[in-house]
């Protein structure tokens, strides 16, 4: 045991081996379902508000703006500020081993840089320029996955998996998988994902079933598909423990499964079955962590009637929670640990937030709290509290 968890020992670090959930190495977004706002960290939670770093305390309270110096006005753009996150990817920010990584715009050549930085945004280093446009990345045990598509024809595009190793800066992208399709690739993000030695992602293109989502073991690179019963297509995933629960869809209806990390023992919950919805008003959507799968219905014609319910492995309910504020729909950020907090917000609108302490899943009594608004300006102003009664009406 000791063998396998001093893996990389030279390096200075520990790289585990097994599946379990190891906060410093380990890839935190399995809960994602949209851009990745949050990193959790020792010092608190580092958040992305509009394009400036802020620190949350473990019981979220008022953000703290990741800049101390007292001359600075940071606005974009500035030079100096620590808490910039100028062209900053949609991809957002992760931790790994004690530092931030995100992904910056180059607006001239249409790539992106890669960058690493402290949880304050201090002592940021350039690690990577001129990689490709990345649609989705991943750091998990060392290591940096990049999802991304090559063009070599108008109508054929390559899918490929990257990989750097956070301590070689000077190496380029090792291709590990690959996949030609005959058409132009579409967004690749929210569709990857990393649990203890396997990678789990998806190709979105595929609109005929069969193959288009895979599990990659990172010990020996072997690749496992998913085969959803009836030959269904995928829609999303997600993993709870270590179980992948995929929505696929089967001709007229949606599906539930779940899969073992290498697509074995599957499991189908015909309870969670939906009609296909040909006009497009309803869209349901999964996240998991640890113990919970977290299932809600995004209504495109209105305030979702349904509650965000929380479900155990086993697809039985726990708890629920009121998101009718959430006119139209919602994404989640979901803390990785057994404790933490659950962020939701109207998608693609970060400037807003409601949360809610993972400690109080199973009471009945979930109490949705505000987290302070930041404001979208170039001028920086102060963080103000949430109104009571705030919600996404418009």
Same mark, same amino acid.
């Given at each position: 045991?000791?063998?396998?968890l ?7 670090e ?5 599946n379990?959930?190891?906060s410093e ?6 809960g ?37 110096r ?12 620590s808490?910039k ?17 995100y ?12 960058y690493?930085m ?43 998996l ?21 058409e ?15 990678l ?22 072997e ?11 995928p829609?999303?995933?997600?993993i ?14 949606? @599906? %539930?499964?779940?899969?073992? =990390? ?5 499991? +189908? ?5 939906? *009609?296909? $919805? ?7 959507q999964?996240?998991g ?12 014609d ?25 006119r139209?729909s ?11 907090t ?8 970060n ?15 979930? @109490? %949705?709290?505000?987290?302070? =608004? ?5 001028? +920086? ?5 949430? *109104?009571? $009664?705030f919600?996404?009406?418009?």
């Amino acid at each position: 045991l000791l063998l396998l968890l001093c893996q990389g020992c030279g390096t200075g670090e520990a790289i585990p081996t097994d599946n379990a959930y190891h906060s410093e190495t380990d890839y935190q977004d399995w809960g994602k379902t949209g851009t990745d706002y949050f990193a959790e960290t020792p010092e608190g939670i580092s958040y992305d508000g509009l394009e400036r770093l802020y620190l949350l305390s473990r019981n979220a309270g008022m953000p703290q703006l990741c800049c101390s110096r007292p001359e600075c006005r940071h606005t974009w753009g500035e030079e100096g500020c620590s808490a910039k996150l100028d062209n900053l990817a949609s991809n957002g920010i992760q931790y790994m081993n004690g530092q931030l990584y995100y992904l910056e715009n180059n607006m001239e050549t249409n790539g992106q840089s890669l960058y690493r930085m402290d949880g304050n945004g201090d002592n940021r280093k350039l690690l990577w320029e001129n990689l490709p446009h990345v649609d989705a990345f991943v750091c998990h045990r060392g290591q940096i996955y990049l999802y991304y598509a090559e063009h070599p024809t108008e109508r054929t595009s390559i899918l490929k998996l990257g990989r750097l190793n956070s301590k070689k800066t000077e190496a380029e992208p090792e291709v590990i998988w690959q996949k030609e399709i005959n058409e132009n690739s579409s967004h690749l993000g929210r569709f990857i994902s990393a649990h203890g030695n396997y990678l789990i992602f998806m190709d979105v293109n595929s609109q005929d079933g069969g193959d288009c989502l895979y599990s990659m073991d990172l010990q020996n690179g072997e690749v496992y598909t998913c085969h959803f019963q009836k030959e269904a297509l995928p829609q999303k995933f997600t993993i709870v423990g270590e179980r992948v629960f995929v929505w696929a869809l089967a001709g007229e209806e949606y @599906q %539930l499964g779940s899969f073992s =990390l290498k697509f074995e023992e599957e499991k +189908y919950f015909q309870e969670y079955t939906r *009609p296909f $919805d040909p006009e497009y008003k309803a869209n349901i959507q999964i996240a998991g962590d640890q113990k919970y799968l977290y299932w809600w219905e995004n209504r495109w014609d209105g305030a979702s009637e349904e509650p965000l319910r929380i479900l155990d492995a086993e697809l039985q309910l726990v708890d629920t929670v009121d998101i009718t504020a959430f006119r139209g729909s919602m994404d989640v950020y979901i803390s990785p640990g057994d404790e933490g907090t659950v962020f939701l917000n109207r998608r693609e609108m970060n400037w807003g937030f409601y949360y809610f302490d993972k400690k109080d899943i199973g009471s009945g009594q979930i @109490q %949705l709290k505000g987290l302070p =608004l930041v404001c979208a300006t170039n001028d +920086y102003t102060e963080p103000t509290d949430m *109104p009571a $009664d705030f919600s996404w009406s418009n």
